[in-house]
């Protein structure tokens, strides 16, 4: 099984429709984060969490909300989704650790589609 | 907005050639590393190098850093068709709170 499993692989919904992507990770990390990939613009950063009770948005936090179910699950959502939330978004989770640094650990990503 | 920007954003080389790629950012940073993504799958790192680091090495690849051009540059050695795929750099500030991403060097390698 995967370090980072993300569910749905695919997704096509409508616009206004709620979705939910959803993470959970066998790593043990307490860091966990979204992205969002869009050609040309590489990842963005959407939430980050650093343990259960620690919520935080990133650069373009506008249109998802998160929830940290528990250390090892982490899911996004979108209360009304809209075309320009088409991407590819990817669950990712670090550890400090040793390193002192934060390296990602990626899931194999949700490809979403609004139409 | 991004801290990272790769340049080029395409490259194009034969097997067994080197390719470079290079990142320059626009803060001070903790750390830079390098993620490679084959296409559409998940990224997964290839190398660290710390603020007061100036080159690492790993198998093939060298990475270099230069803090005063706030610029760090990828070389991949003797290249294979397997290197095929997009490379991304990422910087860490010293809040350790959040990685940013460039938007990549897409790299073909030619058998």
Same mark, same amino acid.
């Given at each position: 099984?995967?370090?980072?499993?993300?569910?749905?692989?695919?997704?096509?919904?409508?616009?206004?429709?709620?979705?939910?992507?959803?993470?959970?990770?066998?790593?043990?990390?307490?860091?966990?984060?979204?992205?969002?990939?869009?050609?040309?613009?590489?990842?963005?950063?959407?939430?980050?969490?650093?343990?259960?009770?620690?919520?935080?948005?990133?650069?373009?936090?506008?249109?998802?909300?998160?929830?940290?179910?528990?250390?090892?699950?982490?899911?996004?959502?979108?209360?009304?989704?809209?075309?320009?939330?088409?991407? &590819?978004? @990817?669950? #990712?989770? %670090?550890? =400090?650790?040793?390193?002192?640094?934060?390296? &990602?650990? @990626?899931? #194999?990503? %949700?490809? =979403?589609?609004?139409? | 907005?991004?801290?990272?920007?790769?340049?080029?954003?395409?490259?194009?080389?034969?097997?067994?050639?080197?390719?470079?790629?290079?990142?320059?950012?626009?803060?001070?940073?903790?750390?830079?590393?390098?993620?490679?993504?084959?296409?559409?799958?998940?990224?997964?790192?290839?190398?660290?190098?710390?603020?007061?680091?100036?080159?690492?090495?790993?198998?093939?690849?060298?990475?270099?850093?230069?803090?005063?051009?706030?610029?760090?540059?990828?070389?991949?050695?003797?290249?294979?068709?397997?290197?095929?795929?997009?490379?991304?750099?990422?910087?860490?500030?010293?809040?350790?709170?959040?990685?940013?991403?460039?938007?990549?060097?897409?790299?073909?390698?030619?058998?």
């Amino acid at each position: 099984d995967a370090d980072v499993t993300q569910t749905p692989r695919n997704r096509i919904t409508k616009t206004g429709k709620r979705i939910m992507l959803e993470c959970s990770q066998t790593k043990g990390h307490d860091r966990m984060y979204w992205y969002r990939q869009d050609p040309g613009l590489g990842l963005r950063l959407i939430y980050y969490s650093f343990d259960v009770k620690d919520i935080n948005k990133g650069e373009i936090s506008d249109g998802y909300s998160v929830s940290r179910q528990a250390q090892a699950k982490f899911s996004l959502s979108l209360e009304s989704a809209i075309p320009n939330q088409t991407a &590819l978004y @990817f669950c #990712a989770t %670090s550890d =400090l650790g040793r390193t002192g640094a934060n390296v &990602l650990t @990626f899931g #194999a990503g %949700s490809r =979403l589609t609004v139409l | 907005s991004q801290q990272g920007e790769e340049d080029p954003q395409a490259l194009s080389i034969q097997e067994g050639e080197n390719a470079t790629m290079n990142c320059s950012y626009k803060t001070s940073i903790n750390n830079l590393q390098w993620y490679r993504q084959n296409s559409g799958r998940g990224l997964v790192h290839l190398i660290l190098i710390r603020s007061n680091e100036r080159e690492k090495h790993s198998g093939r690849l060298r990475v270099t850093l230069d803090t005063s051009k706030k610029s760090s540059s990828l070389l991949i050695t003797a290249s294979r068709a397997a290197d095929t795929a997009s490379y991304f750099c990422a910087t860490e500030g010293y809040n350790n709170n959040d990685m940013r991403f460039g938007a990549g060097t897409r790299l073909t390698v030619k058998p």
